[in-house]
């Protein structure tokens, strides 16, 4: 049950692109296509903005998209805009013998300069 | 709307004990798997626990195995969190959190402060 691996932070300027990567192993996001990626402002509770790897929730912009190759996922901001800056943690399903869990990554945060 | 509610929360002593409470609406409970996830001081998100929507099958991450214990009361929409042995790195916000598919967490309590001290 290590957490998964992001880098600390990311930035870029506005309407430029960012992209977070998340490294597991084959007991984690390797093994399943169950990855999931939040967004948490300071002081408030994370915000689910894709899940299942690629697929966004309603109302979450599409400049957000995700993806995953082998034990690593990544998540893609496009357009980047003021309000994207935050934090940014993902999450994989962890099967182990039988047991239902979960792991979470390391976190990002992403400063728009 | 989906609200999601914790309470529960407050200081302890090391080796103290707390119980958390998450009262939830605005969604089929009984048919919902729950959670608890901690984000500890200037750290990143935890998951801790899940219990299963019928109650009777929960998992831990490691580090609280025998010391948390996960429960639900599906008459009263409330998914409890019992916390024994607090240690100082317990001391964190605890999120009670809606299950939804696969590590989706689909919808989020607004927090409730956990104090270990010494």
């Known amino acids: 049950q290590s957490a998964l691996t992001q880098p600390p932070s990311a930035s870029g300027s506005p309407g430029q692109s960012v992209t977070i990567s998340c490294t597991g192993t084959?007991?984690?996001?390797?093994?399943?296509?169950?990855v999931s990626w939040y967004q948490q402002h300071p002081g408030k509770a994370p915000k689910l903005m894709i899940y299942e790897v690629s697929k966004r929730p309603s109302g979450v912009p599409d400049r957000f998209s995700g993806s995953k190759s082998g034990n690593t996922a990544s998540l893609t901001v496009s357009g980047l805009q003021a309000e994207d800056e935050a934090d940014y943690y993902c999450c994989s399903y962890a099967a182990s013998d039988g047991a239902d869990l979960r792991v979470f990554g390391t976190g990002t945060k992403v400063t728009v300069l | 709307q989906v609200q999601l509610v914790e309470s529960g929360g407050g200081v302890v002593q090391t080796g103290g004990s707390l119980r958390l409470s998450c009262a939830a609406s605005?969604?089929?409970?009984?048919?919902?798997?729950m959670h608890w996830v901690r984000q500890t001081p200037g750290k990143g998100l935890e998951w801790v626990a899940i219990i299963w929507n019928d109650g009777r099958t929960d998992f831990y991450v490691d580090s609280v195995k025998g010391r948390f214990t996960i429960s639900r009361d599906n008459s009263k929409n409330t998914v409890h969190l019992q916390m024994n042995s607090l240690r100082g790195e317990d001391t964190g916000v605890y999120y009670c959190?809606?299950?939804?598919?696969?590590?989706?967490?689909?919808?989020w309590g607004q927090g409730t402060l956990v104090t270990v001290s010494s």
């Open positions: 605005g969604f089929s409970f009984s048919r919902s798997h």
């Open positions: 959190a809606k299950d939804a598919y696969h590590a989706t967490f689909d919808y």
């Open positions: 084959s007991s984690d996001v390797g093994g399943y296509n169950y």
